[in-house]
C-alpha cells in the first residue's frame, strides 16, 4: 500500500518519538501501580466483588472478554500504526536499522520459548503456552528506564523500542498462526470483504479516519466471530491506514496514520493498558505455597523471562555485532546493553495475554500464569534497574563504527 515518502518534512519524527518515549514511560508506571491495586483487591474482603465484576455478562460477552477482546484490539491498533510507521517512515525504514533489534528481538523470541518448554516437556498440557515468555512490555521497560533518566544513552531506549515493536510484529504472527480456533469461513469471507473495502480507501488515497475505523468495527466483530482472535483485527486496520497525507499537504502529522495514533496513544497508555492490567494481574495469593510457585508452568514462564530473554536478547545482539551484521548503539558500555537485554525479561501485558489465549476457562492454570508472569517480569526488572545504575557509561564496544539506532 503505502511507500517510504523522503519528501515530507522530519521534524515531526524527532517530535513524535520523543512523545512515544513520554507517553510509554509515564504509562509504565502507572501500569506499575495498577499491578500492586490488582494484587491488594485480589488478596482482600473486595476479592469476590472483583471477580464476580469481571464475569458479569454485558451484550453476550463477560467483561473480562470486552477487555481482552474490544479494548486490546484498539491497543494493538496502536502497535500496527506504530509497526507500519517505523517500517516505512522510522527507526526500522532501512535494513542496517532493522538488523540489530531485528536479530534481537528473534533470539529474544526462540530462547525463552525453548527455556520454557525445556521446564514443562513432562506435562503435555502445559506445552502451549511455550509463547508466553516470547514477548517484551515495552511500557513496562520504558518505565523503568524513565526512573533511571539520562543513566542510559538515547540510542539504547530507541534500541529497546525497535527491539519491543518487532516483538511485538511476532508476537502478532504467532497469535495468528497458533492460537486461533476453528474458523467460520463465512464470517472469515466477511471479514475478507472488509479487508477489501479497507485497501480501496488506501488506494484512493482516503484521508479522513470515520471511514476506516467505520469499517474497522464491522472488521472486528466478523474477525471476533470467525474463531481468528478479535485483536487481529486491530492490526489489519492499521496496516489500512495511509502513512502519506494528501498531496495537496506536505507535513507528515497530516497523515491519517500519524493524526490516529496521536489520538490513541494517550488512551492506550493511560486507559486501556491499565484497565487491562487491573482486570488481568490480579491473583488469589493465600496458600499459596512454595511447590505452587515452583511448579512447571510458573516456574518455565518465569525463567523463560528472566534467563531465557536475557540470554536471548544479549547472546544474539553480541553475535550479530562479531559478525558485522549490525552496529551498536553509540555510545553504550557492554554492561548497559546486558542491563536493556534484562529489561526485555518484563513481559506484563503481553505475556498476560497470550497465557489467556494459551489457557483459555482454566482458572488453575491462568492463576499460575499470572504467578510466573510477575515473579520474571519483576526480577527482570529489578536486575536490570540495578545493571544499568551500575553499569559504566562512556565504554563503546565499537566505537570505531556509528549506530545504527541514532
Given amino acids: 500500500m503505502d511507500q517510504p515518502r523522503s519528501d515530507l518534512r522530519p521534524t515531526r519524527r524527532i517530535s513524535l518519538m520523543r512523545r512515544f518515549f513520554d507517553s510509554e514511560a509515564s504509562g509504565g508506571m502507572i ?29 453476550g460477552l463477560s467483561i473480562l472478554h470486552w477487555i481482552n477482546d474490544a479494548l486490546m484490539a484498539v491497543f494493538f491498533l496502536l502497535v500496527g500504526l506504530e509497526i507500519k510507521r517505523e517500517m516505512l517512515d522510522g527507526q526500522l525504514s532501512t535494513w542496517p536499522r532493522r538488523m540489530l533489534p531485528g536479530i534481537a528481538a528473534f533470539g529474544g523470541m526462540v530462547v525463552p520459548a525453548i527455556v520454557y518448554l525445556a521446564v514443562t516437556w ?97 472488521l472486528w466483530f466478523f474477525v471476533l466471530q470467525s474463531g481468528i482472535h478479535a485483536t487481529l483485527a486491530g492490526v489489519a486496520l492499521a496496516f489500512a491506514i495511509p502513512l502519506q497525507p494528501d498531496p495537496k499537504k506536505t507535513r507528515m502529522e497530516d497523515a491519517p496514520l500519524h493524526r490516529l495514533e496521536h489520538a490513541l496513544h494517550g488512551w492506550v497508555a493511560y486507559a486501556i493498558i491499565p484497565i487491562f492490567g487491573l482486570a488481568n494481574a490480579g491473583v488469589p495469593l493465600s496458600g499459596l505455597s512454595l511447590d505452587a510457585v515452583l511448579s512447571p508452568l510458573p516456574l518455565g514462564i518465569a525463567l523463560g523471562l528472566f534467563i531465557g530473554k536475557q540470554v536471548g536478547v544479549f547472546a544474539f545482539s553480541e553475535l550479530a555485532i562479531r559478525l558485522n551484521l549490525a552496529d551498536v548503539p553509540a555510545g553504550a558500555s557492554r554492561a548497559q546493553c546486558y542491563g536493556v537485554a534484562l529489561l526485555c525479561g518484563i513481559g506484563f501485558t503481553m505475556s498476560l495475554f497470550i497465557g489467556a489465549l494459551a489457557f483459555p476457562d482454566q482458572p488453575e492454570l491462568g492463576d499460575a500464569t499470572k504467578i510466573g508472569v510477575l515473579m520474571g517480569s519483576v526480577l527482570s526488572a529489578l536486575a536490570g534497574y540495578v545493571v544499568l545504575s551500575l553499569a559504566p557509561r562512556e565504554q563503546p564496544l565499537r566505537p570505531s563504527r556509528p549506530a545504527a539506532c541514532n
Avoid: H
Fill in 31 to 59: 501500569l506499575m501501580g495498577v499491578t500492586v491495586i490488582a494484587l491488594v483487591i485480589a488478596n482482600s474482603p473486595l476479592a469476590a466483588a472483583y471477580f464476580g465484576l469481571l464475569k458479569t455478562y454485558v451484550l
Fill in 122 to 218: 513432562d506435562e503435555p498440557q502445559l506445552r502451549q503456552g511455550w509463547a508466553i515468555p516470547a514477548a517484551t512490555d515495552i511500557a513496562f521497560a520504558l518505565g523503568v528506564l524513565a526512573i533511571l533518566g539520562s543513566r542510559v544513552p538515547a540510542s539504547l531506549k530507541i534500541f529497546l523500542t525497535a527491539l519491543a515493536i518487532l516483538d511485538d510484529l511476532g508476537a502478532i504472527v504467532i497469535i495468528a498462526l497458533f492460537y486461533t480456533s476453528e474458523l467460520s469461513l463465512a464470517m472469515l469471507g466477511a471479514a475478507v470483504l472488509c479487508l477489501l473495502v479497507l485497501a480501496t480507501f488506501n488506494r484512493l488515497r482516503v484521508g479522513a479516519l470515520l471511514p476506516y475505523l467505520a469499517v474497522g468495527a464491522l
